[in-house]
Structure formats: C-alpha cells, structure tokens
C-alpha cells in the first residue's frame, strides 16, 4: 500500500500559479495510477485530473483543461499538479489518491488510498 502527502497549498491572487506535490510512502509506487481531487464547501468532491502508473496517459476535468497539468516522478515516489491561471473557483481543498488501477482512474471509488489535502485558496 501507498500513503498519499500532500503539500504546496496556499493563498494565491487570481491568474496566479502553485504547484502541489504528492510524496507517496511505501512500495511499488510505479504500479498506482494517481489522481488529484478538491472539495470546496459545501460541495462535493470532483476529479481534477488523473495520471497512469507510466505517466502516459492524462484525463482532465474541463474545468481546468488548458490551465492545470499533472506528471508523476517514479523515482521519487511523488506526484505533482502544476496550476496556472488560478481563478477564485479553484479554491478548495486539494486531495490526492492512489489506485491500484493502471489507466487514469476517473472514479473516486478507483481510488484505495487517500491523503489529508492542502488548502488552495485563490483570491479575486
């Protein structure tokens, strides 16, 4: 199994940029597509973008297709979200999850492992 930290939260003006990292402890961290998800409140919580074990392959929401990318280190077990163009509507908690299947999982209940998220707010 793999447990998801996340990190690189923070208060941003609107047309800014973060980029969130993913630090996934435990074994065969090549072998979980990953995924990256936010929760505003008073809402549920949506996919924001997915990734597969190789890091090939991508799915984005609409929302942020054209402003977010996500890629994945192997090596260094981590996974990262680079945001741009932030807009105040992207301000949420950020989660980030591993599962076990090999494509990007567009489903939460794809998703086995989860971290705690990190707080992205974005002001007008």
């Known amino acids: 199994q793999v447990q998801p930290v996340e990190s690189g939260g923070g208060l941003v003006q609107a047309g800014g940029s973060l980029r969130l990292s993913c630090a996934a402890s435990?074994?065969?961290?090549?072998?979980?597509?990953m995924g990256w998800f936010r929760q505003a409140p008073g809402s549920e919580r949506d996919l924001v973008a997915a990734?597969?074990?190789?890091?090939?392959?991508?799915h984005y929401a609409d929302s942020v297709k054209g402003r977010f990318t996500i890629s994945r280190d192997n090596a260094q077990n981590t996974v990262y979200l680079q945001m741009n163009s932030l807009k105040p509507e992207d301000t949420a908690v950020y989660f980030c999850?591993?599962?076990?299947?090999?494509?990007?999982?567009?489903?939460?209940?794809?998703?086995?492992?989860w971290g705690q998220g990190t707080q992205v707010t974005v002001s007008s």
């Open positions: 435990g074994r065969a961290f090549s072998h979980y597509a």
């Open positions: 999850a591993a599962s076990k299947v090999p494509t990007p999982a567009t489903l939460e209940t794809l998703y086995d492992y």
């Open positions: 990734i597969s074990w190789s890091g090939r392959s991508t």
